[in-house]
C-alpha cells in the first residue's frame, strides 16, 4: 500500500470514527471505524505519520463545532475559521502520531503493533484530557 493511499484510508477512518459522537451518534461505525484505523496503522510503513493522519480526519469531523463562533461576523472573522479547524486537528493529531511512532519501535510484527498503537492511543488520549 503506497503512502498516499494509506494517508487517506487513515483520515476516512479517523472521520468515520468520529461520527460515533453526539449529534451523529453513529457509534458501531465508530468501532469499526477504530478498528480498520488500527489495522491501516499496523500495517503501514511510516505508523507515525499514518496515525497523525487518522487522528487530523478524526479530530476535524470531531471538532466541526469550533469554526460556529468565527461565522457571527463572517465578513470579517470567517477566513480564520479553516486554519482554526486544521491547526488544532493537526495539532490534537500529534498524539497519535506519537502512539504510533513508539508502536512502531517498540514491536516488529504487525499483530503486535496493533495492539501497542491501540494501547498508546489509549494512553495519549488519557494525557490530551
Do not use: C, Q
Not at 35 to 44: G, K, N, P, Q, R
Not at 81 to 108: D, E, Q, R, S, Y
Amino acid at each position: 500500500m503506497t503512502r498516499t493511499k494509506a494517508m487517506v484510508k487513515a483520515i476516512v477512518a479517523g472521520a468515520a470514527a468520529a461520527l460515533g459522537h453526539a449529534p451523529f451518534g453513529l457509534w458501531p461505525l465508530a468501532v469499526l471505524a477504530f478498528a480498520y484505523l488500527i489495522y491501516v496503522v499496523a500495517h503501514a510503513a511510516r505508523p507515525a505519520l499514518i496515525g497523525w493522519a487518522g487522528a487530523l480526519g478524526y479530530f476535524a469531523v470531531a471538532l466541526h463545532w469550533i469554526v460556529e463562533p468565527f461565522l457571527i461576523d463572517a465578513a470579517r472573522h470567517g477566513w480564520m475559521a479553516p486554519f482554526a479547524l486544521v491547526l488544532m486537528a493537526g495539532g490534537l493529531a500529534l498524539f497519535w502520531g506519537l502512539a504510533g511512532w513508539l508502536a512502531n519501535k517498540i514491536t516488529h510484527t504487525s499483530r503486535a503493533r496493533a495492539l501497542a498503537f491501540a494501547i498508546f492511543v489509549a494512553a495519549a488520549e488519557m494525557l490530551r484530557g
